[in-house]
Structure formats: structure tokens, C-alpha cells
């Protein structure tokens, strides 16, 4: 069976290529867990320094969750380390750079997000499109996005799924680095042979700093935020059925708000 996810390394580098441009890279819970095994090697494997999380092909980064998958109703979707083994993972200390090639929808944006430096190709398109399935940003976009654009900005985005191109992204402050289309991953490698000449454990250090004092709230709410009353009603409710439905099935979903 062809690998969800392809890891390879250059040098002290680790590439991880979601693996599925037939379905715009999104992810379904087979490969949510096989990408949580692999960031657990790289991790814990001393060699190497810096990860890139890119996308297969040149039309997406990642749509974000497969909505097609067939989900058990006691089945865990995401591992504890939210999405794509990264979203909600916190003790990481080595860099992780996201190179966007194409659309970065929903948990795939919300990849992104969770990464400490993002290179976009100048086709790529970012969005948290979750609220047009009945669903919310759940794999942390609420709470990273308001974080890097502001309250107003992020609220703007988040509830009328705005989609923003890779020169508006930099501009509002969410990408490092713009790249002709094409070139995300060597944009990105470009990046990290920079990070590579500091040193790894400085850079560890700065790095753990940083998640401390910025991403306490993340940490906190990240997990809490899942039994918020508003959280679990929406997840109980019928549009939280119909939207996904309605996707799959290339059709206005019927809301009922109830």
C-alpha cells in the first residue's frame, strides 16, 4: 500500500511529503497517525535538526481532513497530538518549516499554523473552511490564527471561510517567505541550510522560550476548548452530519441550527 506519508533526509534535514495529491493531500486517520509515528522518530532521532512539511504535487499543501473517510462513532479520528501528529503537539523543541505548494484548507491551514516558519509558493491559497461543513477550526486555527492576524481579522477569516492568496499572507504576517509557484520545498530548504548555521541547541532553546511564553493559551485551550458547551452542541447537532454529507455529495448543505 502506497505510504500516506514520505519521509525523506538531507543531511540534518527530515522531509515529510503528505502522500495523496488524489485527494488534494487531505488527511484521513490512517494517515494522521502515520505522520504522528514519524515526527515521533524524528524527534527522538539526535541526527536529525529541522523537519519540512510539504504537500505531493503542486496543487495542494493540504485540503485538510478527508470528510469522505468512514469514521466509527467511538473511533479517534486525530492522535493526541491533533492534527497530523503536529496541531496539538507541544514538546517538540526542533523547527519545523511548512512549505505551502497550492491550497492550505481547513487542518491543512491549520498545519501550517502549528508550524514555526512557513514558505509559500506564490499559487498557494490558505483558509479555515470548517464553518462551510457545519464544523469549527478545532485542530487549533481558532486559536493560533487571532493569535498571528488579530481578533478582527482572524474572526473575518475564521466565519466567512475567506480564502487569502500567498501575497496576502505575507503581508497580514503569516508567511516568512514568498516563492515563485513550483518551488515551495527548495524555498524551504533554502531556510533551513540558514537555520543550519546556528546552533541546534540555541535554537532549541529560543525555540522552547518562544512556545512557553506565546502558545501558553494554545496549550491550555487547546484540549479544554473540546468540552466547551457551544464546542459539544455543535458536535452533537444534525448540521454537523448534514455539512460533511453535503460536501461529499457536491451540494448546498440544508442547515437546521439545531
Known amino acids: 500500500m502506497t505510504e500516506r506519508i514520505r519521509v525523506d533526509r538531507q543531511g540534518r534535514i527530515t522531509i515529510f511529503t503528505i502522500n495523496r495529491p488524489e485527494a488534494m493531500n487531505a488527511l484521513d486517520r490512517a494517515g494522521h497517525f502515520e505522520m504522528a509515528g514519524k515526527i ?8 536529525q535538526w529541522i523537519a519540512i512539511v510539504t504537500g ?5 499543501f493540504s485540503a485538510g481532513a478527508d470528510l ?13 497530538t491533533g492534527f497530523a501528529g503536529l496541531t496539538a503537539r507541544f514538546d517538540l523543541n526542533k523547527p519545523v518549516i511548512a512549505a505551502v505548494n497550492g491550497i492550505a484548507f481547513g487542518g491543512g491551514f491549520e498545519l501550517a499554523l502549528a508550524a514555526d516558519m512557513i514558505v509559500a509558493s506564490a499559487n498557494a491559497k490558505f483558509a479555515l473552511t ?8 478545532m485542530g487549533g486555527g481558532l486559536l493560533r490564527l487571532q493569535a498571528h492576524i488579530g481578533p478582527k481579522r482572524a474572526a473575518e477569516m475564521i466565519m466567512t471561510a475567506k480564502r487569502i492568496d500567498a501575497e496576502e499572507a505575507l503581508a497580514l504576517g503569516l508567511v516568512n517567505r514568498m516563492v515563485p509557484a513550483g518551488h515551495a520545498l527548495e524555498g524551504a530548504l533554502a531556510l533551513a ?8 541547541l540555541a535554537i532549541r532553546a529560543s525555540k522552547a522560550v518562544m512556545t512557553r511564553a506565546l502558545d501558553g493559551a494554545v496549550r491550555a485551550a487547546m484540549h479544554a476548548h473540546l468540552g466547551w458547551p457551544e464546542i459539544v452542541a455543535m458536535m452533537q447537532s444534525e448540521d454537523a452530519k448534514e455539512g460533511p454529507r453535503a460536501f461529499v455529495e457536491k451540494r448546498q448543505p440544508n442547515w437546521k441550527a439545531v
Open 40 to 47: 515521533d522518530a524524528f524527534a527522538a532521532d539526535p541526527e
Open 56 to 60: 505531493a504535487g503542486e496543487r495542494a
Open 68 to 80: 469522505k473517510q468512514p469514521v466509527g462513532p467511538d473511533e479517534e479520528v486525530v492522535p493526541p
Open 130 to 137: 470548517e464553518v462551510r461543513v457545519g464544523l469549527a477550526a
Open 193 to 200: 541550510q540558514e537555520l543550519l548555521a546556528s546552533g541546534p
